[in-house]
């Protein structure tokens, strides 16, 4: 065991979440838009993705000037009847998915199903803090599967997560990768089911000219009825899936990221001494 991996503790979420918020409410974001943004950098924490260092170089490009702290933090590109293009903004690229995974559940429940193409033109590189995990789980309705895939690779393997809802109480998620394609359905069940879609909601070109855009890192999230996508939600039952921690869950932290956090926070004028000391 590293020593990142010892002295590991659950911490409780909101004051995490209020403190990180006050941070960037102080730097002149808006007050929800701080909200939403804290929260993803700890869904992010919650599933090992560590993006406190790279939060803390974006307050100092805010700081700096280079990043407007009031600006949008999605712009919509293209709207068709359930497919909608968006281009991230650089502000908090966690947040824009946030927004666009709410919408896209908006949607699908008066359209049957909705996707979205998510340019991010890249802000998220090596240094940023991605994992799909966290935007594919906003997509909660039982109704829904979730889909989230990077559209990095071939149109037959794409980085991709799903969701779905097994019971009240338990979201899961299944990682398409863990599938040999030769010794599973659900490879192939994905594929038909991403092409249906696409056609379904007038993405196809744009998905396809994303892909070959190296310049524009792009993410694709959908909500698809169980309904109408029977067969693919059969096979997401039977698989090996992870249990999604639940928004009131307390956050896993070992020593370094808790130092690194409180550093943060102190820096910026936010103290939580008794709170991480306890």
């Given at each position: 065991m590293s020593q990142h991996d010892s002295d590991m503790r659950r911490?409780?979420?909101?004051?995490?979440?209020?403190?990180?918020?006050?941070?960037l409410v102080r730097q002149g974001m808006f007050a929800a838009d701080a909200g939403v943004s804290a929260e993803r950098l700890f869904d992010l924490l919650a599933v090992g993705v560590d993006g406190i260092e790279w939060f803390g170089g974006l307050i100092k490009k805010i700081e700096l000037g280079e990043i407007d702290p009031r600006g949008q933090?999605?712009?919509e590109e293209?709207?068709?009847?359930?497919?909608?293009?968006?281009?991230?903004g650089p502000l908090?690229?966690?947040?824009?998915?946030?927004?666009?995974?709410?919408?896209i559940e908006r949607s699908a429940a008066t359209t049957g199903s909705a996707a979205a193409i998510v340019s991010?033109?890249?802000?998220?590189?090596?240094a940023s803090p991605f994992d799909l995990l966290p935007y594919c789980s906003l997509i909660t309705d039982s109704r829904f599967i979730g889909w989230a895939s990077s559209l990095a690779?071939?149109?037959d393997d794409p980085p991709t997560l799903f969701t779905l809802r097994r019971t009240d109480d338990e979201l899961v998620a299944v990682d398409l990768q863990r599938f040999d394609i030769d010794t599973s359905n659900l490879p192939h069940l994905a594929i038909e089911s991403l092409v249906r879609m696409l056609d379904d909601i007038g993405l196809e070109d744009v998905y396809a000219a994303r892909q070959e855009d190296d310049s524009a890192p792009s993410v694709l999230l959908a909500a698809l009825p169980k309904s109408e996508f029977s067969a693919l939600a059969?096979?997401?039952e039977d698989c090996e899936s992870k249990v999604i921690p639940a928004e009131d869950d307390p956050i896993p932290m070992n020593d370094f990221r808790?130092?690194?956090l409180r550093s943060m926070l102190s820096s910026h004028g936010v103290q939580l001494d008794e709170f991480f000391d306890g």
């Open positions: 911490l409780p979420r909101k004051p995490l979440v209020d403190a990180v918020s006050r941070v933090l999605v712009q293209k709207t068709g009847d359930s497919g909608v293009v968006f281009d991230a908090f690229p966690p947040a824009a998915l946030t927004k666009v995974c709410k919408a991010m033109r890249n802000r998220f590189g090596p690779g071939e149109v059969e096979a997401l808790r130092t690194s």
